[in-house]
Nanobody, 124 residues
Framework: QVQLVESGGGLVQAGGSLRLSCAAS????????MGWFRQAPGKEREFVAA????????YYADSVKGRFTISRDNAKNTVYLQMNSLKPEDTAVYYC?????????????????WGQGTQVTVSS
C-alpha cells in the first residue's frame, strides 16, 4: 500500500504562485511514476502533470504548460507541483497520484493510489 498526503494548497490572487507537495509512504516510491490531477466543482477530474520514476519524462496539460512545473525528490519520497501565474480557472481540488509502474501516463485510470486532495483557490 502507498499513502499519499498533499499539502500547500490555499487562497491566492490571480498571478500569484503556490507550491504543492505530495509526501508518499513506502520504500518503492522511486520506482513509481507520479501525477497531479485536479477537479473543479461539477467537472471531471483532469490531468495536470506527470513525471516518470527518475524525472526523465515529464508531461503537462496544455492549459498549464509554461506555468506549472512538476518535480520529485526520491530521497524525500516527495513530488512537487510549482504553480506560477495562477488564473481563476486553476481553482480546483488538486490530487496527487501514484502509478505502480515507472513509465509516465496521462489517463486517470492508469493511477493506482490517490491522495485526499488539497484545495487551490485563485481569486480574480
Amino acid at each position: 500500500q502507498v499513502q499519499l498526503v498533499e499539502s500547500g494548497g490555499g487562497l491566492v490572487q490571480a498571478g500569484g504562485s503556490l507550491r504543492l507537495s505530495c509526501a508518499a509512504s513506502g520504500r518503492t516510491f522511486s520506482s513509481y511514476a507520479m501525477g497531479w490531477f485536479r477537479q473543479a466543482p461539477g467537472k471531471e477530474r483532469e490531468f495536470v502533470a506527470a513525471i516518470s520514476w527518475n524525472g526523465g519524462s515529464i508531461y503537462y496539460a496544455d492549459s498549464v504548460k509554461g506555468r506549472f512545473t512538476i518535480s520529485r525528490d526520491n530521497a524525500k519520497n516527495t513530488v512537487y507541483l510549482q504553480m506560477n501565474s495562477l488564473k481563476p480557472e486553476d481553482t480546483a481540488v488538486y490530487y496527487c497520484a501514484a502509478k505502480t509502474h515507472p513509465v509516465v501516463a496521462i489517463p486517470v485510470w492508469e493511477y493506482d493510489y490517490w491522495g485526499q486532495g488539497t484545495q487551490v483557490t485563485v481569486s480574480s
